[in-house]
């Protein structure tokens, strides 16, 4: 028997004044440039059922996670671990359950309606279910994906250090600049392309609801292609942005600088949704069929420690409460080190009493030789890299923050070198190699 493949969309576009995650200062929705969707593509191969939700908010931690699967799982009679929820990370979308940097917390009545949506989503997409076949691809998505670590001259780390800084050495990596592609078409329905591609959507800033650059990823390859239906699934970009900082002749429109000295611009996350989309469109005619005959679904627990440092909670303490106290002025920081130094004083803070480690949940979905595995955090480019590299898959469709999402996970030679992610990464040293056994154990298991 063919698996037969299902879509839905629904919309979870916040109300007014909903809180938005994402930095360190208190942000309300004033408005909505573009709306957000919860995108459901469902599996089914006669015997095992299986659901993908893609969803355009920033994260959900994993507790949140197991709360909307429990509600789906109820509703559509199915497995807890069948279900995969991927999320943007859009920094222009609504904050759920409690902020990772203050006290400010979502709006209950919304992330009630959130499941909701999230739940017929799944559902319609179960009811959608056509005959399909399916087709894998690779291309490239160029100059829109930058590494945002570096060296500077005087032998520190600086995350984001600023477009043409003069004591700028080098970029700590490479960017993977990779789109994947999944095709799956249809008997007598629409197409449905399944798009992968990593680097953060923090594009536009500001206080307006909006899905970045995936959906315009999205918008741009369903009004290209007549009969197709797209989902966006975020590939790990722990260390990667949009920032580019050696621009050419004409990059930089569409930016502007915004509060930490960032660039950043609606027009400019609409750009990255058409090179990406692009990349899809110069690659779909020609995707090879891949083998799609059966499903299986697993998950997997993972502990790390967690990164305390209570030595230096003194420090850590006035730092959180000049911030909190609206006193930004007092410290001696400014832009993305500031941001940096209070984060890095919140973690801090925030892991006195513990917890002592960490427990991560790794989930894959297997159809035929096409995997879908989710890791719940923001890995670096080098850890994907490496699982990739590892994976007894044709074809691996790598996504983070699925399932949950409570951390940067940085190579472990990161916290030697400092930076952003690593000090204000919750996992101590070590993690990233846990995380990629882990994850290759999960992959074999499967397959």
Not at 195 to 218: K, Y
Request: aromatic share 8%.
């Amino acid at each position: 028997m063919a698996i037969q493949t299902g879509f839905s969309r629904m919309c979870i576009t916040p109300p007014l004044g909903t809180p938005i995650s994402g930095y360190y200062e208190a942000r309300f929705t004033k408005g909505v440039l573009d709306d957000l969707y919860a995108t459901a593509v469902a599996f089914d191969d006669g015997k095992k059922q299986s659901v993908i939700i893609a969803l355009d908010i920033i994260m959900l931690s994993q507790e949140q996670c197991d709360g909307y699967k429990k509600i789906i799982a109820d509703y559509c009679n199915l497995p807890m671990e069948s279900i995969f929820i991927n999320c943007s990370h859009t920094h222009t979308g609504p904050m759920i359950g409690k902020d990772f940097a203050s006290d400010l917390c979502g709006l209950p009545a919304y992330e009630e309606y959130m499941g909701i949506q999230m739940r017929d989503a799944a559902a319609y997409a179960l009811q959608d279910l056509c005959p399909s076949k399916f087709y894998a691809a690779e291309s490239k998505a160029e100059r829109i994906s930058f590494i945002r670590r570096f060296r500077m001259k005087d032998g520190s780390v600086q995350t984001n250090p600023g477009v043409g800084n003069p004591n700028i050495d080098h970029a700590l990596g490479e960017p993977n600049e990779t789109v994947k592609l999944v095709k799956i078409v249809r008997e007598d329905a629409e197409d449905i392309f399944i798009v992968n591609f990593g680097t953060h959507p923090d594009t536009i800033g500001g206080e307006e609801i909006s899905a970045d650059w995936p959906g315009f990823v999205c918008s741009t390859i369903e009004d290209a292609i007549p009969d197709t239906k797209c989902m966006f699934l975020l590939a790990p970009q722990g260390d990667v942005n949009h920032i580019n900082p050696n621009p050419k002749k004409g990059e930089e429109i569409g930016l502007h600088d915004t509060f930490d000295g960032c660039p950043r611009g609606y027009d400019h996350a609409i750009h990255m949704g058409r090179v990406v989309a692009g990349a899809v469109l110069q690659i779909c005619d020609k995707a090879p069929e891949i083998e799609a005959d059966s499903i299986e679904f697993s998950c997997k627990t993972v502990h790390t420690p967690s990164n305390q440092e209570n030595d230096r909670l003194d420090e850590a303490r006035k730092i959180v409460e000049l911030h909190e106290s609206g006193r930004d002025a007092e410290l001696p920081y400014k832009e993305m080190e500031l941001t940096t130094v209070v984060a890095e004083a919140t973690r801090i803070v925030e892991l006195e009493h513990g917890p002592e480690s960490y427990s991560f949940t790794l989930s894959a979905i297997k159809i035929g030789d096409l995997a879908f595995m989710g890791i719940p955090g923001e890995p670096f480019t080098e850890i994907a890299n490496r699982i990739y590299e590892a994976s007894p898959f044709e074809t691996t469709i790598l996504c983070c923050l699925t399932n949950g999402g409570d951390s940067y996970f940085p190579t472990s030679r990161a916290y030697e070198e400092g930076g952003y992610e690593a000090r204000t990464a919750r996992l101590k040293k070590g993690a990233d190699n846990i995380i990629v056994e882990g994850t290759i154990e999960l992959l074999n298991e499967i397959k």
